[in-house]
């Protein structure tokens, strides 16, 4: 049973750093590409960042130079830090893992809320 299970949301100031983790079980970690997205109501899920298994990094161009996405394929786990955080990060933050190779493996976690408010 695939599991993807995300801590670390909470309540943070304007310019201010969260950092949220997403720990996967019942995968082959390093056959996937594991990513951060975020939903707020009424609109679409969006990328944040994305990971290889190799370590290769992608960004949406609003969290650049401000978001870290990492990952620790001993641990099946993957961080997000966030930093300088806007009003505007605001979301539901979900973890994703996408197989490399069998695009119809596609799995999410329960998602974790971030708000940022002062």
């Known amino acids: 049973q695939v599991q993807l299970v995300e801590s670390g949301g909470g309540l943070v100031q304007p310019g201010g750093s969260l950092r949220v983790s997403c720990t996967a079980s019942?995968?082959?970690?390093?056959?996937?590409?594991m990513g951060w997205f975020r939903q707020t109501p009424g609109k679409q899920r969006e990328l944040v960042a994305t990971?290889?298994?190799?370590?290769?990094?992608n960004y949406a161009d609003s969290v650049k130079g401000r978001f870290i996405i990492s990952r620790d394929n001993a641990k099946n786990t993957i961080d997000l830090q966030m930093n300088s955080l806007k009003a505007k990060d605001t979301a539901v933050y979900y973890c994703?893992?996408?197989?490399?190779?069998?695009?119809?493996?596609?799995?999410w976690g329960q998602g974790t809320q971030v708000t940022v408010s002062a």
């Open positions: 994703n893992a996408h197989h490399i190779i069998l695009e119809k493996l596609n799995h």
């Open positions: 019942g995968i082959t970690f390093s056959r996937y590409t």
């Open positions: 990971v290889t298994s190799g370590g290769t990094t």
